[in-house]
């Protein structure tokens, strides 16, 4: 009896394991459609939000990287921009890496403490002057509403 209940879960786990993990294809979608009205490409995008610290506007761009619901676009010039769904049930496969997708998203910058320390009175200069640690290549998030593979 054990040899046959075995046997029949053995025979039932096979078609789990032989399943296909495919890439998602054209015009899959995640969370909500965005709007494709107005795309922005990733690339350009740091001088197209110029002064402003936050706007909403849906930006073309290739998936670098997907860990843990987040991920990684190519904003050019070597830059990453950081991502992540503004709703946590969206799940998105790490199949997505590489595919180009058209995201409805809410861009903001990141500011470090130091670009507004003068502010503070905090303007010493010299060996009192601390040090900040930075990466320039992410100064930008998007916080994503809505993707498309395209």
Known sequence: ??????????LFSIPAFAQDHT???????YGAKPDTTGIVSANRFEGFISQKT????????????????????DGGNGKTIAAHFSTAGVK?????AGKT???????????????????????????????????????????VKGMMVD
Do not use: N, W, Y
Not at 58 to 69: E, F, M, S, Y
Not at 121 to 129: F, M, N, R, S, W
């Open 92 to 96: 998105i496969p790490a199949s997505l």
């Open 23 to 29: 890439a998602p294809a054209h015009g899959t979608v």
């Open 1 to 10: 009896m054990k040899t046959f209940s075995l046997l029949l879960a053995l």
């Open 101 to 143: 997708v058209v995201m409805d998203v809410i861009a903001q910058k990141l500011f470090i403490a130091d670009d507004l320390q003068h502010f503070a009175g905090d303007t010493v200069k010299g060996k009192k002057q601390h040090d900040v640690k930075t990466a320039p290549k992410r100064r930008l998030t998007f916080e």
């Open 54 to 73: 936050r706007i909403s506007v849906a930006v073309r761009g290739k998936v670098l990287a997907v860990k843990k619901g987040k991920f990684l676009i």
